[in-house]
T-cell receptor, first 117, second 113 residues
Framework: KAGVTQTPRYLIKTRGQQVTLSCSPISGHRSVSWYQQTPGQGLQFLFEYFSETQRNKGNFPGRFSGRQFSNSRSEMNVSTLELGDSALYLC????????????????FGPGTRLLVL | AQSVTQLDSHVSVSEGTPVLLRCNYSSSYSPSLFWYVQHPNKGLQLLLKYTSAATLVKGINGFEAEFKKSETSFHLTKPSAHMSDAAEYFCVVRSTGANNLFFGTGTRLTVIP
């Protein structure tokens, strides 16, 4: 079974531009989460999508947005890029969202490394 | 609120010696805890997870972790380090009733030949 795939793997943008990153979950997985990894802030949760709906959102400004398609593929968009947005963006998928005591293991993709100049 | 604290930012061991990576958690409820590993320029790989079925959890590549409620700890151990174990290790707690994960700051493991 193929793992989580993310495209592109590397990206260079300039301040003020916008960027769209893509994530394809493991086949059969319907929940997709996004995380940002930076040396200063570590790994932080961005948002989670399930059935094309955003279920949870982390503490990020509105410039960060996402969506999920009917085939569970997800995209995240960052508008008006800032230097501080340079990071590794990781996507993770699970069969369904964790609720209550139900534990759903999240499987991570290799990430998209974004550099903002 | 859930959180985890990794007590060491960097651990260095000799090949063939035991590994101990320490993690304390904070949670109002019975936590869902994980250990992930990240090799350079790679994504995160799940090592093991605590499911409350057993306090001693065995993971991949010979790693295991013990959940100790009295000490609020979930330390990761391995009897004998291998060169391929050199990586960044993250202790993680899942938000109650949701799927978002809270990561520790990571412990970089160096294995000396």
């Amino acid at each position: 079974k193929a793992g989580v795939t993310q495209t592109p793997r590397y990206l260079i943008k300039t301040r003020g531009q916008q960027v769209t990153l893509s994530c394809s979950p493991i086949s059969g997985h319907r929940s997709v989460s996004w995380y940002q990894q930076t040396p200063g802030q570590g790994l932080q949760f961005l948002f989670e999508y399930f059935s094309e709906t955003q279920r949870n959102k982390g503490n990020f400004p509105g410039r960060f947005s996402g969506r999920q398609f009917s085939n569970s593929r997800s995209e995240m968009n960052v508008s008006t890029l800032e230097l501080g947005d340079s990071a590794l963006y990781l996507c993770a998928s699970s069969r369904r969202p964790g609720t209550g005591n139900i534990q759903e293991t999240q499987y991570f993709g290799p990430g998209t490394r974004l550099l903002v100049l | 609120a859930q959180s985890v604290t990794q007590l060491d930012s960097h651990v260095s061991v000799s090949e063939g010696t035991p590994v101990l990576l320490r993690c304390n958690y904070s949670s109002s409820y019975s936590p869902s805890l994980f250990w992930y590993v990240q090799h350079p320029n790679k994504g995160l790989q799940l090592l093991l997870k605590y499911t409350s079925a057993a306090t001693l959890v065995k993971g991949i590549n010979g790693f295991e972790a013990e959940f100790k409620k009295s000490e609020t700890s979930f330390h990761l151990t391995k009897p004998s380090a291998h060169m391929s174990d050199a990586a960044e290790y993250f202790c993680v707690v899942r938000s109650t009733g949701a799927n978002n994960l809270f990561f520790g700051t990571g412990t970089r493991l160096t294995v000396i030949p």
